[in-house]
């Protein structure tokens, strides 16, 4: 997705979500979407070696999951942040990462799903193998602000939605 100021989510409340269903075992780092190259400034969600990650600025400042996704189910990942002390990681609905770091970096990367190995420049070597469905950013707005009921339906927009695929 062409790069737009709007997808660069500093300075403030944010939330980023996406439904996925892994197929086959999972190689490091493997980017589900995110607005970085080369782990330059930026954001990611990836997988690594089956646990859902969040790199603020870079990649260099990340939340990893303690839960490892599991093949053929449908999972909820979600980073939530408040815009002023703290950046969550949920999988379907339980918390299960946590970071003092926000992000207050920008860049002129595309946006990308399904962007493949983070820091090879989005290579095509390591796709997600497997579904990425319902992905919703939010800008200005914590969706949510603890652990919650999975969604059971598909993701709707909500007011300050930029993305919503």
């Not at 969600?45 to 839960?67: E, H, K, Q, R």
């Not at 579904?131 to 598909?154: C, E, H, M, N």
Request: hydrophobic fraction near 40%.
């Amino acid at each position: 997705i062409a790069h737009t100021t709007a997808l660069n989510l500093n300075g403030g409340a944010y939330t980023i979500e996406c439904w996925v269903y892994p197929t086959t075992s999972f190689a490091t780092y493997i980017t589900l979407l995110g607005k970085q190259s080369l782990f330059t400034a930026g954001y990611s969600l990836w997988v690594n070696s089956g646990y859902p990650a969040f790199g603020l600025n870079g990649g260099y400042n990340s939340i990893t999951s303690s839960t490892i996704l599991t093949l053929n189910n449908w999972h909820h990942i979600a980073v939530v942040s408040d815009g002023s002390t703290y950046t969550k990681l949920y999988l379907d609905g339980v918390q299960v990462g946590t970071s003092a770091t926000l992000l207050n970096t920008s860049t002129t990367s595309l946006l990308t799903i399904n962007g493949n190995k983070a820091g090879t420049n989005w290579d095509a070597d390591y796709p997600f193998r497997g579904l990425i469905s319902d992905v919703r950013i939010v800008k200005g707005t914590a969706v949510y602000t603890g652990a919650f009921t999975r969604p059971s339906a598909p993701l709707t927009a909500v007011t300050l939605s930029l993305i919503h695929i």
